[in-house]
């Protein structure tokens, strides 16, 4: 398919509708609200659902009904709706069904601003509901890729039968950038029979089907949130992913750094490169599983004496980045909180303040 | 010999948990008839609450969501609008959906969502322990109001099936009660009536049944039908509230 120009919000709407999912249920919510707009008028063309709910927490359980009775299914919000969310990920957690949330991440705490900001990586990676939950959590670094996660986002999601959610900045909703839709992204929706709440005449069964997430009994509690986690530890294993950038040079600093930031980042290691001062770059793209090997590995180079992370937080992935690193490299943060993205300049800087004159 | 009454086909055998004297059980059976008398068993999803009915599901031989403390009209609204053939009921107290729930229930029935709402009126949180809830009686004592629910504090009762009825959007909104033979035939008639509305697709349909917590009322299961009689169904006046029909006549 040929490229075409579209704004990052209206992209990740098209890119369900070309992944298979034609079900959307969201509220509006700065920077976000253009994906509500923009399926408004283009689910009805598709023969989709559209349904503008109360309330985000009314909007995260229409996403557990349809999601439970095995329809691909999905929302958009920004953080303050995605904490009101986050009680019905946790049930949907718990129940065990497939569901994708795309945060578009405003700067916090409470109303915080509007502009993008990457505040919401501890909610998103380290449990955002109650309970022993965990989402895949994927980081579209460009509209591109944005596009590609949310088509990635419903298989996976199927596959763990767990909730997947895209986390992207404010930048990635707002920004316009040429996009194509991969058609090998779209795939059949898996058979969700021997689980959904679908009818016991769509499955031409005489069992019913039971979606919950109550074990009253601590050994039934524990088994299944034993389950639970060896479906973590299994993304553990098969969805680690991440990009790295320079690695191939005798680097000194290694920059740690996702999202639209990390774009930022390349920038600043290409002028630094011209200024003979090498910097690699590892960009992960889902942070969790966080990509903990590849960390460690790039920051263990002989040549490596610092790392960054650079974060458009108070410092949040950083915990990840020393929990990877294992005390090996000092661990530095760099970022911006208030909505402003950092420059090349401002990153190179916070770069040359490592560096020993 | 004919057997002329047993067991509806999709209540299950499972003894229910429900304590001596509760109506749970009652409503439960009405249910269960309602969908047998329409044979829809086979694509139904109920939605269980958070309260006594947490687990209502093990009496029920179909297909069964549960759902967080009063979301499960959102959960219906998701399911049926993602499949609008299957029947789609929730089953609610007081503290669930008069409470905590109330913005989801208000929403859904002003969409006019097809689904079908039992909501289980005993004037009190049961589960957790006889708390005050919205729907508990003025002066009435409970483990939160020890003194009895001081209306100038926390306000009247709220007559949720009124609430609704006010709306604007087409709906079926019905009172009745499990307290006794009598009120019991004509909430079987008015349960029956909102699973058809949904089966032919019409409009949201809801059904509040003035039941009785003995336990947490602290009264013998006689008692209780009788404090039931003389203290709610003259706050809470039984009959249908609003029909399709009715909104069209205006």
Known sequence: MSKVLMKGNEAIGEAAIRAGCLNYFAYPITPQSEVAEYLSRRMPEVGGVFLQGESEVAVSYMIFGAAACGERVFTTSSSPGISLMSEGVSYIVGAQCPAVFVNIMRGGPGLGGILPSQADYLQATKGIGHGDCRLLVMVPASVQEAVEMVMMAFPLAEKYRNPVMILGDGLIGQMMEPVTFPDHLKTPPSNKNDWATNGMDTRKSKTRNLVKSLYLDPEALNAHNLRLKAKYDRMREEEIRYETYNTDTDYQILIVSYGTMSRVCQSAIDTLKAKKIEVALVRPQNVFPFPEQAVLEAASKSSCRHVLSVEMSMGQMIEDIQRSVQGKRPVHWYGKCGGDVPTPEEVMEAVEKLIPA | ?250
């Open chain 2, 1 to 250: 010999m004919a057997k002329t009454f047993s067991r509806p086909k999709c209540l299950s055998e499972q003894e229910t948990h429900y304590c001596p004297g509760c109506t749970h059980g009652i409503i439960h059976r009405l249910v269960a008839e309602a969908i047998d008398d329409l044979q829809i068993s086979g694509r139904t999803v109920g939605i269980a609450p958070v309260g006594c009915a947490v687990l209502c599901y093990n009496y029920f031989t179909f297909d069964f969501q549960e759902a967080a403390h009063g979301r499960a009209p959102a959960m219906a609204t998701g399911i049926k609008r993602v499949r609008p053939d299957l029947i789609v009921f929730t089953y609610q107290g007081d503290g669930d959906l008069a409470s905590i729930g109330m913005g989801e229930i208000v929403h859904a029935a002003n969409r006019g969502e097809k689904f079908t709402t039992v909501f289980v009126n005993n004037t009190v949180y049961g589960m957790t322990g006889g708390q005050m809830a919205p729907t508990t009686m003025p002066n009435q004592k409970t483990t939160t109001s020890p003194f009895g629910r001081n209306v100038e504090e926390v306000g009247m009762p709220i007559r949720v099936a009124e609430l609704l009825a006010s709306l604007a959007t087409p709906a079926y909104i019905s009172r009745q009660a499990a307290i006794s033979p009598k009120y019991i035939v004509r909430a079987k008639k008015a349960i029956r009536q909102a699973f058809q509305y949904q089966v032919e697709k019409r409009c949201f349909s809801f059904v509040e049944v003035i039941s009785t917590c003995p336990t947490n009322w602290g009264m013998t299961p006689a008692d209780a039908l009788k404090w039931a009689e003389k203290t709610m169904i003259p706050y809470y006046p039984l009959g249908d509230l609003k029909t399709p029909e009715s909104v069209k006549e205006e």
